[in-house]
């Protein structure tokens, strides 16, 4: 179990600078923290002139250790803000080991007026940042920040990304001796662009010699402040005499990138649809949006509440750490939509109904920062819920719920989406480099790019007929809000869920059903989930005086879910399956192989589904992620967790298990 992370100890001295009780450094120079970081890093890597130099469709991807208290992030954007042209995109990425809480955040960025603009954004957008890759869009999706929260020894080695220019920072060298190490600078070397440079404010004679040592080229010069020499540097390419780390599997590799229109098609609007189109969107893609119904989020995703929660691991599984990126995520971009009627931040407490379910909840709690979860016992829970409850539990202060209609909506809403309605794709055509969607006789639309975005339903097209996707019924139940049931203050969880009304009713969920088709809800599950109630909290199921309902005029929705055995989304290029399993045979002999063959990609076929019970913690990052394959950008994903969620992780085990 990884120790968990505690937020930046700071001291503050009596100009209100941070200094930092753990390292005895101070985060930024007492003589001029703003021209020493411009100085330092904006100047020394020529930023200036790199941000006026990019296309309307060009990008610069900064890198940094230790993002502190976000100080050269943020000149670095208001830089790039002057010079860069409109459509130009910034990517910064920096890891943290020990993030700034947000309160001592919001004060250490008060002493910089002219940042202010930029400051309250990310202040805005500093909620949930949690261990592991945590993604914030900013600057109306011009800025990307993906901060890796953990040890920069850690974290770097999972990051899939290019970096063009690197701000090396992190207290002094001898204060910090840990992280300025060999082993440090082969990960900047690993992830350095061609032509990448470097930069940092020490002179120290061992850093220049082992960064050097590390394929990049390190001049002193002339230093600021009270820095009499700094180093500046360039990267000129993996050493000789050192063995290159070892290259992404073939078929997790990244396609060649497309290099021309960008266009897509997104077949399906529920969260995994709109998501995709609107980090494309973002992007300054134009996307056609089909779906087969009048409206956006006509079926999983069109419940009127749903729940954040979180289904965690201690054991820092890949669908946990895509769990606690995804909600981070999700959280941030609610931040934008209206609480209490999209969305509420009311907590979720998930009761320890048995023993084993409180034992887990005991790991989780030591495993993850409280922020995150916490236990409550019994009478803690109570009062947090406002209801009575047999158990205590486990408490997600920053979960809640969403009506993911609204999220959709709100995630389709760019002038760069054209939406279709009423479009129901039966068969994909790939005539030149044009994806053509075509429902019978009728040419629907047509672009390089196809999403796939229609949960199961994307088994009905032959090139992902093989993906291992299944539809789980489930049915909510809805409840009309009681002068007794205003008293809920949180989303509770057992086996089921229930939330505080929005919009006058409660959401009550949900049936599992892994064999029917049919989409009319029942009474027979509308009766499970009451039952689900019951387990709950029977103080409620009085409060909402469901001893009076007929259970023949309960009203509810049900639809399908839609899930991989193994429970990770699928997202992210697919290869032609027949072509996989030629080209790979060999595997079915022995599974260590690695054909120096490279992957037969459906070129422009990307897949966004199985999502199953959790959409709307993973749906979102998932077109992050996409995006991110599409523009072959730093992945929001550890590379593990990418390749967990990979489409092609099934045709290779077919291939490993000797089934192809
Ligand atoms: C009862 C129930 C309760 C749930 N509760 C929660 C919860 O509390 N929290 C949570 O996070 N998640 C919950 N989920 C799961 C969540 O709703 C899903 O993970 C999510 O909605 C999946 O989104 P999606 O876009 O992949 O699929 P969908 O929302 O099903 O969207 C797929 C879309 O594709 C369209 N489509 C498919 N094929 C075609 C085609 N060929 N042409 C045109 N259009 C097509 C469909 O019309 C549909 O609109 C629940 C699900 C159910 C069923
Ligand atoms: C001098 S501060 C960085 C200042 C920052 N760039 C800014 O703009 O405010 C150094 C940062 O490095 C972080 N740090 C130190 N050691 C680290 C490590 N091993 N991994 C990740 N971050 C680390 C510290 O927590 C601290 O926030």
Redo the contacts with the bound molecule.
């Keep these: 179990m990884k120790p968990v992370l505690p937020h930046a100890q700071l001291d503050w001295d009596d100009q209100g600078r941070p200094r930092s009780r753990v390292f005895d450094d101070v985060y930024f120079s007492d003589l001029s923290g703003l021209e020493e970081t411009r100085y330092v890093f904006l100047e020394q890597n020529d930023l200036r002139d790199r941000f006026a130099a990019l296309s309307a469709d060009g990008r610069l991807v900064i890198g940094e250790t230790g993002f502190g208290t976000g100080l050269n992030f943020l000149c670095a954007w208001q830089l790039f803000e002057q010079h860069a042209v409109a459509g130009a995109r910034l990517h910064f990425v920096s890891v943290e080991k020990y993030p700034l809480s947000a309160p001592d955040l919001q004060r250490a960025l008060a002493l910089w007026p002219e940042l202010k603009p930029f400051a309250d954004q990310l202040l805005a957008q500093y909620v949930a940042i949690h261990q592991g890759f945590q993604r914030l869009v900013l600057g109306n999706g011009r800025v990307t920040l993906t901060l890796l929260i953990g040890d920069a020894l850690e974290q770097l080695p999972q990051l899939d990304a290019q970096i063009d220019a690197w701000f090396l920072d992190g207290f002094a060298p001898a204060k910090n001796p840990d992280m300025w190490t060999a082993e440090l600078f082969a990960e900047l070397a690993r992830l350095a662009a061609p032509g990448s440079t470097i930069s940092t404010f020490t002179s120290t004679g061992w850093v220049r010699r082992l960064l050097n040592a590390a394929g990049f080229k390190m001049k002193r010069t002339p230093g600021i402040g009270h820095k009499w020499e700094i180093l500046r540097g360039t990267f000129l390419g993996w050493p000789e005499d050192v063995t290159l780390p070892a290259a992404t599997k073939p078929w997790f590799a990244r396609p060649q990138p497309l290099t021309g229109e960008r266009r897509a098609l997104v077949?399906?609007?529920?969260?995994?649809?709109c998501a995709s189109a609107a980090s494309l969107a973002a992007r300054g893609w134009q996307v056609s949006l089909?779906?087969?119904?009048a409206a956006l989020?006509?079926?999983?995703?069109?419940?009127p509440q749903?729940?954040?929660?979180l289904k965690l691991s201690a054991h820092g599984t890949a669908l946990s750490q895509l769990i606690v990126s995804g909600f981070g995520y999700t959280r941030r971009l609610l931040e934008q939509l209206q609480r209490g009627v999209d969305w509420d931040d009311c907590g979720v407490l998930q009761l320890a109904f048995n023993a084993k379910e409180a034992e887990r909840q005991a790991q989780l709690a030591a495993a993850f920062s409280p922020s995150l979860v916490h236990l409550l016992d019994q009478p803690q829970a109570q009062a947090r819920a406002g209801i009575e409850l047999e158990h205590g539990g486990l408490f997600y202060p920053e979960g809640g719920w969403v009506h993911?209609p609204a999220l959709c909506q709100w995630q389709a809403s760019s002038t760069n989406i054209q939406w279709l309605p009423h479009?129901?794709?039966?068969e994909l055509r790939k005539v030149d480099d044009q994806w053509q969607a075509w429902d019978g006789n009728a040419l629907l639309a047509s672009a390089p790019v196809v999403i796939l975005?229609?949960?199961a339903?994307?088994k009905?097209f032959p090139h992902s007929a093989d993906l291992p996707l299944k539809r789980i019924r489930?049915?909510?139940t809805r409840l009309a809000q009681t002068s007794e049931s205003q008293s809920l203050a949180t989303v509770v969880c057992a086996e089921g869920?229930v939330a505080p009304a929005r919009l006058g009713e409660h959401t009550l969920?949900?049936s599992f059903d892994f064999k029917s088709d049919e989409l009319t809800p029942t009474v027979a599950e509308h009766l499970g989930n009451l039952a689900l109630l019951e387990e709950i909290s029977t103080d409620l199921v009085a409060r909402l005086h469901v001893p009076d309902l007929d259970p023949q005029q309960l009203e509810g929705r049900?639809?399908?879910?839609?899930t991989s055995p193994d429970y990770l989304p699928i997202v992210g290029p697919l290869a032609e399956p027949i072509a996989f399993a030629e080209a790979y045979a060999a595997l079915s002999k022995d599974a260590r192989q690695v054909p120096d063959i490279p992957c037969p990609w459906l070129e422009g076929f990307y897949v966004n589904?199985g999502?199953?019970?959790?959409?709307?913690?993973t749906?979102p990052l998932a077109g992050e992620l996409l995006a991110a394959w599409l523009e072959n950008e730093p992945l929001p994903l550890p590379k593990t967790v990418a390749e967990a969620c990979h489409p092609n992780r099934f045709a290779l085990r077919q291939l490993i298990r000797g089934k192809a």
């Design positions: 077949i399906g609007a529920g969260l995994a649809g089909l779906d087969r119904h989020a006509q079926e999983a995703s069109g419940n749903g729940v954040l929660y993911p479009r129901e794709v039966l975005a229609g949960a339903e994307i009905r489930g049915q909510i869920y969920g949900a049900a639809a399908f879910r839609c589904s999502h199953g019970s959790r959409g709307l913690i749906a």
